[in-house]
């Protein structure tokens, strides 16, 4: 444990590293901008999770998640193939 000045008082707090710890004289997280920049983060990730071609929704049927399962599938061989042939160039004595 130690402390960490609040960003919004300027008063010292008890904080165990945790962004969500609050001051304990105004209240607020002590996260700050960095509380702020990992929810965004977390945001961003969930966004590009649903707007993948092959994201299974839990309202598809069921061909329609099996045919998505099946694209993942053949994606992932793809870019297995691609990167063992761009390991191959790159590993080259050149």
Not at 6 to 30: N, Q, V, Y
Request: positive net charge.
């Amino acid at each position: 444990m130690g402390q960490k000045k609040c960003p919004h008082c300027g008063e010292w707090s008890t904080w165990t590293m945790r962004l969500t710890d609050l001051c304990e004289h105004c209240g607020k997280t002590l996260g700050g901008k960095d509380l702020e920049n990992q929810q965004r983060r977390e945001e961003t990730i969930k966004a590009n999770e649903k707007n993948w071609m092959f994201f299974i929704d839990e309202n598809d049927p069921v061909w329609k998640a099996n045919l998505k399962k099946i694209g993942n599938f053949f994606y992932t061989i793809f870019m297995a193939i691609v990167s063992f042939i761009l390991w191959l160039i790159a590993a080259l004595p050149g």
